[in-house]
């Protein structure tokens, strides 16, 4: 079975992006880091990394930041097309500084040479917002 890395699809994109505010209040968003996802066979699974201050800051001038794991797992054919697993972790707690060298760690072990796309803090909420309008009935 071939393994292809692909470009994020703006589908994906959205429902990974729509996933990651279930569980992280856009407003906290700092940043989000799309890797491209990997094709193999029937499913395409993906991982973003995500920025979020925290919730009440201790120490003001040490702005700190939850880094989350975003990942997804998304059956493009067969009988079960259209599943779509996810799941958003809390992994760290950080400055924001920090999040960069986790990205730069995430794509050595992947052994990825693309660069994960950023996203500000505002054009994710930009984007959230957009998505959910289009999906609110």
Known sequence: MSTQTI??????REKLLLAIA???PPERIAEV???PPIRQGTLETGVAVVAALRAVAEVPERERH?????RYRWTRKGPERGKWDCEVVAEADAPLVTVE???RGVQRRANETVDPERVTGDEARTRITDARCRTTP
């Not at 939850?66 to 975003?70: G, L, N, R, S």
């Open 66 to 70: 939850v880094v989350y794991t975003a």
């Open 33 to 35: 880091h799309f890797f």
């Open 22 to 24: 279930d569980t992280v």
């Open 101 to 103: 060298a986790v990205v």
């Open 7 to 12: 470009p994020l699809s703006s589908d994906a």
